[in-house]
């Protein structure tokens, strides 16, 4: 019944790039291996799996021998997304596809010292070498870059909703030579301590912790029950080569106490959190490098101007008068694109190199 679900998808399967199967329930290692042997092909760049975790049948999912046979058969998997999958039965990533790039863990579950890597024995860097050299062949001559031989080649990694994930894990990805972007969405038990383990800071002995990450997000969004750890507040200790930073949910207030110490902080998102006025201008005042800051579904808490308060605004700004932006017409009308127009004035006053975008923004009126 499956195979003939799937043989009236599409008539050459080989031809697949993005296989989404996030949508199936239940989808078992046999089915698996059917999909694998008659359906997936060396032109498969993106797989999206949806696990047994939250499954009342249950049972064995990924398995070693799956995943080396899909490192053999689709050799230009660039991406792999797992929802729901519990891979407590697999010791180590290094299974995982050499060619991947993109990891995206939703809701999975995860042993201990999973992202650690382990020295190969010779043996099987021979034949790592081996494999990859055949699945490279062509890619050489279009430009594209080989696959890793020696380590975890994946760039980014998105982890959302994985209770297990925690700070022993983030500092293992130290050892990723090529990690450059890290989400983190409630990932509850990562804390301040541990991301200060793990920010890259200059030593004796060189730069230690993530020192080739260039995006990170750390977002928490209030599920009910869940502990807030606050583990932004362990941006507190910089983190050298880090610029651009995403803050969502219960994370923003500590993240923006934080951001200062980010000296080569470029972009600064914000969302889906609410926020004062004076409290994103005391927070942007020493973020003088900034090129664009970002508010994405935020919730502005204004209170009614009256002279003390519209004195204390302009004061945030004071030295950079002369030089607001362009939205200034001396109106202060709510628009769908510019929801706080005062708070774009003294922003774009304090930072006249910076650029500022609403998305989805809203305001609410307070007398405190």
């Not at 297990?164 to 038990?189: C, G, I, M």
């Amino acid at each position: 019944m499956v195979c003939k679900r799937w043989r009236r998808l599409v008539k050459d399967q080989r031809l697949w790039r993005v296989v989404d199967l996030t949508a199936w329930k239940g989808v078992t290692s046999r089915m698996l291996w059917v999909l694998l042997r008659q359906y997936l092909g060396t032109g498969l760049r993106c797989l999206r799996l949806r696990g047994l975790l939250l499954s009342a049948r249950g049972g064995a999912f990924l398995s070693e021998s799956w995943l080396k046979a899909l490192s053999s058969r689709c050799p230009r998997l660039r991406s792999l997304s797992l929802l729901h999958a519990d891979l407590r039965g697999l010791h180590s990533c290094q299974l995982l596809p050499t060619t991947l790039q993109v990891l995206e863990l939703r809701g999975c579950e995860l042993p201990q010292g999973f992202f650690t890597q382990t020295p190969l024995s010779p043996e099987k860097q021979a034949g790592m070498a081996s494999t990859a050299a055949t699945q490279q062949q062509g890619r050489v001559q279009a430009g594209k870059v080989p696959a890793s031989t020696s380590g975890i080649a994946i760039e980014t990694m998105v982890l959302d909703n994985v209770p297990s994930f925690t700070d022993q894990h983030l500092q293992s990805l130290a050892s990723w030579l090529r990690l450059s972007r890290l989400e983190l969405r409630n990932v509850l038990r990562v804390t301040a301590e541990g991301l200060r383990r793990s920010a890259a800071q200059e030593t004796d002995s060189g730069l230690n912790g993530l020192s080739r990450l260039k995006y990170l997000e750390i977002g928490h969004f209030g599920r009910p029950g869940a502990q807030l750890q606050m583990a932004s507040l362990g941006l507190g200790v910089g983190w050298l080569g880090l610029e651009e930073l995403s803050l969502g949910g219960k994370e923003v207030g500590p993240g923006l106490l934080s951001a200062s110490r980010l000296r080569d902080l470029k972009r600064l998102r914000l969302r889906c959190c609410k926020l004062r006025e004076m409290q994103v201008l005391r927070s942007c005042r020493t973020l003088r490098d900034l090129r664009r800051l970002e508010f994405c579904e935020v919730f502005f808490q204004v209170c009614p101007k009256t002279p003390e308060r519209e004195g204390e605004v302009e004061r945030q700004g004071e030295g950079e008068e002369g030089r607001e932006g362009g939205t200034d017409n001396g109106d202060d009308k709510l628009e769908e694109n510019d929801p706080v127009p005062s708070l774009r004035r003294s922003l774009a006053a304090l930072l006249p190199q910076c650029a500022l975008v609403f998305t989805n923004c809203t305001v609410t009126i307070t007398s405190d």
